[in-house]
């Protein structure tokens, strides 16, 4: 509650009033654009003042600011900002002076130094006072547009973005012809595709465009080629990247160790061209460092469109296709507009250049000589038309005799009937063509939009390369081996901060490790400085979730003193920093033998029985090849339920053989039991596992 005069009132609930007048301020007033001109409130006012300043010659900037601040409150930085952006679209405004580089993302010259005027296709195709519908500004002194009537599909050309109040707007440009073109097929009842183009240029997947709603993704990529004396060369960037933000991306990547370069050089001028020299180490294999600059860089982007306009006073999401329609419709209504407002200015002329000849060639004028009154004046002047009102496409009104009233007398004596005749005639050839364009709209838009690619096309062909499809890059591929995976296998611990244990392999700090302990347990984690896989690791190793090929082989435990089992698997899907059980989870199971194959060349395992009585063999030749490989969450299959004393790799085979002395295998044997109750520890299965390693 809050006091005021002495009273309290309430104020819960004008927050959420004003947050949402707030809001609404924000989506309708500032960061959207209309769709019907394609404009937000600051550019549009932006535009309406150069156009009330248009006198042919360039203005400063800062005189444009100065008189934009009439109509829009939001200061002269905001004002500045949108007019650059504006210009650098090279569309509407004629620029003069460093407006900066959209290449380099170099800022432009200050306002006081820099000039403008507006273009040709801007004056042609934005403005029109008489089909233009207006509303007070801001402090109601003066009047700006509620729209401006624009004859092309303005929003779709220059592509918008915005931050509002709990909503974002991107709609990514479009190339000037290609919106022409498409416009046309859309009046002739074709179907269409609209992709977006950029002034940066670079290759395009538009697979997912989406046709620019919410969800869809473009991937684009820069151009890059192959130069001389171990140097690749960048011509092209994707658009939202400038060369600057490129080779800073650069740079962080190689400090960062993902690729290995010796510098970069950024000299664009007038086009892009970034020169990055190779490592020696990198240089013979330009391919993989082309790919390591897209994975890694600003080399490739993917940009997430949300195609938000304003239409009848809310926001709503449409796709271009349908902005499209909508544009061309409306330049459709927007050229009936102004044909019927020219019918109109011409047929009034026809009536007046016709009232005017009658009223000359027949002498009216002399009616009114002895007229002593005004309205003696006008009844005669009405009088002496009469026997010709029926000629006239209109009533003709006291206004109009008024304005014959005013014609002077020179120009009476000098009147040349045979002009006034050819003048007559000239309308109303004009009036028919009208007519003629007023019956058949879609023909006359179709004709404007051919004049647009005529007259303004030219420079403006598509700059981005479409693709069929962008290979993806896998960083993991092509990153370079900077760091080394070490193990502990006794604590369980495993990273590239270890680097006074075990060394297993060269990686990169993007690779994934696998890890299986001594108790079954199997877990895939990102590599790190250090990591707990579990105590007595078996098996531990660079990840590669698509070598299917590996045959995972095991024989296990079940609990303290249950079954043996065996079990081959693939290692299917795996959820990172997951701990996966291996065996069937009894309490005390453990890994008896464990190794990696391919599906057909897995080892023979010779497995020795303890003696009993009446027990006639007591060696077991394990085969693990005729085991049926399963899938990663399988139970195994039982060996035997009887107690064991040695487990080891057979060698009876040449083959055989050459695999174990390949996989560094040894023979594993068994301490033996004892009886007793006090010694039970004794008569669990104990592997020399550093033996195995070994």
Same mark, same amino acid.
């Given at each position: ?22 809001? &609404? ?41 100065? &008189? ?28 003069? #002076? ?6 380099? #993302?170099?800022?432009?010259?200050? @306002? ?20 233009? &519908? ?47 073109? @498409? ?15 950029? !002034?940066?240029?670079?290759? !395009? ?50 400090? /960062? ?31 993989? !460092? ?126 040349? @009937? ?7 005639? @000239? ?66 611990? !495993? ?76 290692? #299917? ?92 295998? /040894? ?28």
């Amino acid at each position: 509650m809050a006091q005021q005069n002495g009273m309290n009132q309430h104020v819960d609930g004008m927050y959420k009033e004003w947050f949402l007048d707030y809001a &609404s301020y924000v989506i309708l007033e500032r960061a959207v654009p209309l769709i019907e001109d394609g404009l937000k409130p600051v550019q549009r006012r932006i535009l309406h003042t150069m156009f009330t300043m248009e006198d042919g010659r360039y203005n400063k900037v800062a005189n444009v600011i100065g &008189s934009t601040m009439k109509y829009h409150p939001h200061g002269d930085a905001s004002i500045g900002d949108a007019m650059v952006q504006l210009g650098q679209k090279d569309l509407l405004i004629d620029k003069q #002076g460093n407006w900066g580089n959209i290449y380099t #993302g170099d800022s432009a010259a200050a @306002s006081r130094y820099i000039e403008a005027r507006l273009t040709k296709f801007a004056l042609e195709v934005v403005f029109n006072e008489k089909v233009t &519908s207006w509303q007070p500004s801001y402090d109601g002194r003066n009047k700006e547009p509620i729209q401006f009537p624009v004859k092309f599909p303005l929003l779709l050309a220059l592509g918008v973005e915005g931050i509002a109040v709990g909503l974002a707007c991107k709609i990514l440009p479009h190339n000037f012809i290609e919106l022409c073109e @498409s416009s046309i097929d859309y009046l002739r009842g074709k179907s269409f595709t609209l992709l977006p183009d950029f !002034a940066t240029a670079g290759v !395009a997947d538009f697979r997912n465009y989406n046709d620019g709603l919410r969800g869809g993704k473009v991937k684009v990529r820069a151009v890059i080629e192959k130069g001389q004396k171990k140097t690749l060369i960048i011509r092209q960037i994707p658009f939202g990247t400038t060369t600057t933000s490129i080779t800073e991306s650069i740079l962080a990547a190689n400090d /960062k160790g993902k690729i290995k370069i010796k510098k970069v050089e950024d000299i664009t001028s007038e086009s892009v061209e970034i020169v990055v020299h190779l490592h020696p180490d990198t240089a013979d294999d330009s391919d993989n !460092a082309i790919n390591a600059l897209y994975a890694f860089t600003d080399c490739e982007v993917s940009i997430s469109p949300n195609s938000c306009v304003i239409r009848d006073g809310k926001p709503v999401f449409l796709g271009v296709t349908e902005m499209l329609k909508a544009a061309t419709d409306n330049t459709v209504a927007i050229l009936k507009a102004e044909l019927e407002f020219e019918r109109h200015r011409l047929s009034e002329d026809w009536h007046f250049s016709s009232l005017e000849k009658i009223f000359i060639e027949k002498r009216i004028y002399r009616n009114i000589e002895e007229c002593e009154t005004w309205e003696a004046v006008i009844a005669a002047i009405d009088k002496g038309l009469k026997p010709y009102k029926k000629l006239f496409l209109r009533e003709i009104t006291q206004d109009d005799i008024v304005r014959l009233t005013e014609i002077k007398i020179k120009r009476i004596s000098k009147f040349d @009937s045979f002009k006034a005749d050819e003048k007559i005639k @000239s309308i109303e050839e004009q009036l028919a063509e009208i007519d003629k364009h007023l019956k058949n709209l879609k023909g006359y838009t179709i004709d404007w939009y051919k004049m647009l690619i005529k007259k303004y096309g030219k420079g403006r062909e598509r700059k981005t390369v479409i693709t069929e499809g962008l290979e993806t890059i896998e960083a993991k591929k092509v990153v370079i081996n900077n760091s080394k995976l070490y193990v502990n296998r006794e604590d369980g611990f !495993a990273g590239y901060g270890l680097k006074k244990d075990e060394l297993i392999a060269d990686c990169s700090d993007l690779d994934d490790v696998i890890a299986i302990n001594r108790e079954g347990k199997l877990m895939v984690s990102r590599i790190d400085e250090k990591k707990y896989f579990g105590k007595e690791i078996l098996h531990i190793d660079i990840f590669n979730k698509d070598e299917n090929e590996k045959i995972y082989n095991i024989v296990y435990q079940d609990g303290k003193a249950g079954a043996i089992m065996v079990k081959r698997f693939r290692m #299917g899907g795996i959820t990172r920093d997951k701990m996966y059980e291996l065996t069937k989870g009894t309490e005390g199971s453990k890994i008896l033998f464990m190794s990696v194959s391919g599906e057909n060349n897995a080892e023979t395992v010779q497995i020795n029985l303890r003696p009993k009585p009446k027990m006639k063999n007591t060696t077991i030749m394990l085969n693990l090849n005729d085991t049926i490989v399963k899938g990663r969450d399988s139970m195994g299959n039982i060996v035997t339920k009887a107690s064991i004393t040695k487990i080891f790799v057979s060698v009876s085979s040449e083959k055989a053989t050459k695999i174990n002395a390949a996989a560094g295998l /040894k023979e594993i044997k068994l301490p033996s039991q004892q009886a007793g109750p006090k010694n039970k520890e004794q008569k669990q299965l104990d592997i020399n596992f550093k033996e195995l390693l070994n």
